[in-house]
């Protein structure tokens, strides 16, 4: 006996060790030799202790396995002592079928087959429960060997193998015989054959296709004929189902289901009377459980049914369905939603009228859970349905007053099917908000929101960004500022691919930017900010482009020729910060074509901007426009830079302190430029630049040394700068520099060169608004006022007269100046040479300009117009006499009040007789000279006294004239200043 306990404990030891499976399987047939020895006491214990140890969820699978092995042992060798455990066995064996082990999985199976062929005969009604409780267990694999088991069964009592291949053509051919139905019937009896046949049955519609290939094997070898077979099971079999119809499992709630549905197709409408009714009963019961379970099999049913048959218990059918639709419980409502699909594939337009119209009217009068739970069956319909069912809710549900609500709801779940129709929904909603109560607005704007945010896919976002373009342009208030509302929704969609659409929606809102609702400005505004954002750098890259082409086209063509405009969207707090953002990208990573565009857009935003908006984006700005300026770029981008800084001083001026060194450093770097617009550019940034300096002197030193290069080009460039920013800055100037810089002008007056006498008469201009006096004075004196030697000293003394009216006349009458200049300015008015008699028309026409403004020194205006007047007559060259008609123009739109009647006489005779002169110059320049003379732009009462006080030839042409005076007084050359201004080249100061 020692021996024999040391050798049970080391086979035990062997069947639970983690040696290979056939170790522990010849432990386990070795046990179960030793066994027959030691008895039935013993044999009890161990199973004691086995089934314990298995009833241990965290059991390790080989000693699982070892266990289970027994089982398969056990029945060979203790045969009918071994009986008393097949029941406690089985649960053991069913949770080793659930296994996540494989082995420990065959090895159960291979226990349940032992038991299965041991005891068919004995032991049948311990194990057949079991196993017909195994077919609807939840775990796919407990159903799926319950089945395997139950056919082996069956098999055991047929006398057949069950190997036999049963794949046909269809489902329900059959190889069972009458011999094997009475064996079946002798040993299981009619009432558990029922039920056996009917689990069978129920496996054939499982979720699991193995479970469902097995249960159709099964089926066609014990059944000898299926209508036949299911007359006789059907009482059992409906019962099954509507007991898995009420089941909280899902999955048996589906195979009851497709069950209910296959039986129909089978049986037709010899089973339709019998199962209809009972299912229109179960749905009124309490159990939410059974109830979508009807609601599953309803489904089924009606889609194995013809139309005809449906229409036979339609009447029944559909108020119990519309009732099921608006149940409390959500799941209810989906397999309702389910069934209504159904009876719409089979009934049409009579499901729509008989089920949705009740429901849609029911909502002007349901209040509180009833209304939520009919909203909650509208959106399972519409999941369901919603190609169908949309069309037909959406007209039902717009009218007036619009159930935002609703539309929101049913939208969220409308799938793509909304698109086709957001046109007709998001104009509702819109007319829908401009109709609501005030206190309403906020709710019913959320479920608008609900709607937009709802759409998920491209082709939805693409129509609601046009409908919502149009709908921003509309007249009413109200719509354009819900419209922003919704659009800035969309913008913050997630799912909106903004790459996609960036385009759209800078064309949809940047025109928004200049509405008169602010809150649709910073709506729009808002909306812009966060798609932009939302995109990569690389693609801010690339679209600064379309953004430059999207402002431009946001602002109208009158507003675009107004300089001082500024764009009520970009000057919100930081409403430049996104465009800048943007540019900025474009600025350093772009290509130079990119670069030059994002510059240009940024001077274009910066224009439509006002001050306060954009000095918190200063720093933004000016750093990659100083970084493009000190590299190698071409003339294009330097000269786009230097506009954009130009401006950006204009419009922020002290914001830009902390960069006055810097950008002095890049302006003067830029006068050397070997492109001569690109030196323009920097003469007009550094002259307004200027106006930042408190300490100029090293400016100007610097300046006025460059003024003595031998380069032809930078000379010239430097004495434009030295004269702009002496006319803006020049008064912080010391002294002592001013009085080398008026010897440097003074030496230049005779300059060789037309182009350096010209600015050198300009400078000599900007120098007098500052100059001492005594000093200026003198310098006039002494080396203008006197007729120089030759020609060059004579044409550089006429300019400097010009420079003096035209940017200090006034210091000039303060200094009691203007009738020296005067009489000085006649003489070279006479000049024969050309360049020295226009150059002293253009210093007279300034000087008549400042003296209508004055009312001074009537007598000198008098003979200043005298001589003009002859200017412009036959005398003279068509050189001067152009010049001299285009004086009078400039005279003219000088903003003065008109000459006396007598002097702009003494002008109009001239200018009428150049009408009649084939040279096209001077053609052109007396026409726009009489239509500004005349001011006939606004009234015709000064061109009416003076034609009464022509000679008779002058009036003749007058007449004549007149027509073509007053077309031309309509057109923009007449408005411009004249391209004959010969400090025209120069910055504007």
């Known amino acids: 006996i020692g021996e024999i306990d040391g050798l049970m404990e080391w086979l035990l030891a062997t069947l639970i060790s983690e040696q290979s499976s056939v170790d522990r399987s010849g432990a386990a047939q070795g046990i179960s030799e030793v066994m027959v020895g030691l008895g039935g006491e013993r044999l009890l214990r161990t199973m004691n202790e086995v089934l314990m140890c298995l009833e241990d969820d965290t059991l390790p699978p080989h000693i699982r396995e070892g266990y289970l092995m027994l089982f398969i042992y056990f029945p060979l060798t203790m045969k009918d002592e071994f009986a008393d455990y097949i029941g406690p066995i089985l649960n053991p064996i069913l949770s080793g079928l659930a296994s996540e082990s494989e082995f420990v999985r065959h090895t159960s199976y291979k226990a349940g087959q032992r038991i299965v062929q041991q005891y068919a005969d004995s032991a049948i009604s311990l194990f057949l429960p079991v196993l017909e409780e195994g077919l609807f267990d939840e775990n796919h694999r407990i159903r799926l060997a319950s089945c395997q088991l139950l056919g082996d069964l069956l098999y055991k009592i047929m006398g057949v193998t069950g190997k036999q291949s049963t794949v046909t053509g269809d489902e329900d051919d ?293 409908i919502l373009e149009e709908t921003l342009k509309d007249e009413d208030s109200k719509m354009r500022l819900y419209s922003s509302m919704l659009i800035r929704t969309l913008c913050s969609n997630q799912q909106l691919e903004v790459e996609e659409h960036i385009t759209a929606i800078w064309k949809c809102v940047l025109p928004r930017f200049c509405d008169t609702n602010i809150s649709v400005v910073k709506n729009c505004w808002e909306a812009f900010n966060i798609a932009t954002k939302r995109l990569p750098s690389g693609e801010q890259v690339r679209l600064v482009p379309d953004l430059k082409m999207a402002i431009y086209m946001a602002i109208d063509s009158k507003h675009r020729r107004d300089p001082t405009y500024t764009l009520p969207g970009f000057c919100l707090p930081k409403g430049l910060a996104t465009v800048v953002a943007l540019y900025r990208e474009g600025i350093l990573n772009g290509s130079p074509e990119l670069k030059e565009q994002a510059i240009l857009g940024l001077k274009e935003a910066i224009q439509y901007t006002d001050q306060p908006a954009l000095k918190p984006s200063v720093v933004q700005i000016t750093g990659p426009l100083i970084r493009v300026l000190g590299e190698r770029y071409t003339a294009n981008i330097k000269i786009a830079c230097l506009d954009t800084l130009s401006l950006l001083i204009n419009k922020v001026k002290v914001a830009l302190k902390p960069f006055l060194s810097q950008l002095q450093t890049t302006f003067m770097k830029s006068l050397n430029d070997s492109t001569r617009e690109v030196r323009e550019k920097g003469v007009t940034a550094l002259t307004k630049l200027v106006s930042l300096h408190n300490r100029v002197d090293n400016l100007f030193t610097d300046i006025h040394k460059e003024t003595k290069n031998e380069n032809l080009s930078t000379r010239e460039t430097m004495f434009s700068a030295l004269q702009g920013t002496m006319y803006i800055g020049g008064s912080n100037m010391s002294s002592n520099l001013a009085l080398s810089i008026a010897d440097t002008l003074t030496i230049h007056l005779g300059a060789p060169e037309d182009i350096i006498r010209t600015v050198n008469g300009a400078c000599i201009g900007s120098l007098a608004t500052f100059f001492n006096e005594d000093e200026l004075e003198k310098l006039i004196r002494e080396k203008i006022l006197p007729q120089g030697p030759t020609k060059e000293i004579k044409h550089g003394q006429a300019l400097a007269i010009a420079g003096l009216m ?184």
């Open 174 to 466: 059959n190889f069972g015989t009458d011999e094997t139905k009475r064996l079946i019937m002798n040993v299981l009896g009619e009432e558990r054959r029922n039920r056996v046949f009917s689990g069978l049955y129920m496996a054939r519609s499982d979720v699991a296709l193995a479970v469902r290939q097995a249960g159709l094997h099964i089926w066609k070898i014990v059944v000898t004929n299926t209508p036949k077979t299911l007359k006789e099971i059907l009482p059992v079999l409906i019962e099954l189902i509507l007991g898995c119809l009420a089941s909280d499992s899902y999955d048996k709630r589906m195979v009851a289901s497709r069950t209910l549905g296959d039986l129909v197709k089978k049986l037709n409408d010899r089973i339709l009377p019998e199962v209809v009714p009972i299912l229109e009963v179960a749905l009124e019961t309490d159990d939410v459980i059974q109830r979508q379970g009807v609601c599953l099999g309803l489904s089924e049913i009606v889609a194995a049914t013809s139309k005809e048959q449906v229409e036979v218990y339609s009447d029944s059918l559909l108020p119990a369905i519309r009732t099921a639709l608006t149940d409390s419980d959500a799941n209810v409502r989906t397999a309702a939603a389910g069934t209504f699909a159904a009876l719409h594939n089979v009934l049409g337009t009579k499901a729509l009228d008989e089920i949705l119209s009740p429901l849609l009217a029911a909502m002007e009068t349901l209040e509180g859970e009833e209304h939520e739970y009919l909203i909650g069956a509208l959106q399972e319909i519409m999941q369901a349905k919603s190609k169908v069912v949309l069309p037909y809710m959406v007209p039902k549900l717009i009218q007036k007053p619009v159930n935002i609500g609703a539309l929101a709801s049913l939208s969220s779940v409308a799938g793509t099917a909304l698109y086709e129709h957001l046109d007709t929904i998001i104009t509702a909603i819109l007319e829908g908000l401009c109709d609501v109560e005030e206190e309403e607005v906020e709710k019913e704007l959320e479920h608008a929101k609900l709607i937009i945010s709802s759409i998920m896919e491209m082709e939805g976002h693409e129509n609601t960004l046009d």
């Open 806 to 989: 035209r940017y200090a006349p006034s210091r000039m009458s303060k200094m009691d100046l203007i009738g020296a200049l005067t009489g000085s300015l006649l003489k070279f008015m006479e000049s024969d040479n050309v360049q020295v008699c226009n150059s002293a028309n253009y210093a007279a026409g300034r000087l008549i300009i400042h003296l209508q403004e004055s009312g001074e020194h009537v007598d000198c205006l008098g003979k200043v117009v005298a001589v003009l007047a002859k200017n412009c007559g036959n005398n003279s060259s068509n050189d001067v006499r152009s010049f001299a008609n285009s004086m009078v123009h400039m005279i003219n739109i000088a903003g003065v009040e008109p000459l006396s009647d007598d002097l702009a006489k003494s002008l109009l005779v001239p200018l009428l007789d150049s009408t009649t002169k084939k040279i096209p110059a001077v053609r052109s320049s007396s026409e726009v000279g009489i239509a500004t003379l005349l001011r006939l732009k606004s009234t015709e009462d000064i061109a009416n006294r003076l034609s009464a006080t022509l000679d008779p030839k002058s009036l003749e042409i007058y007449n004549r004239f007149l027509p073509t005076a007053k077309r031309v007084a309509g057109e923009n050359r007449t408005h411009n200043s004249h391209e004959n201004n010969i400090f025209s080249f120069l910055p504007e100061v």
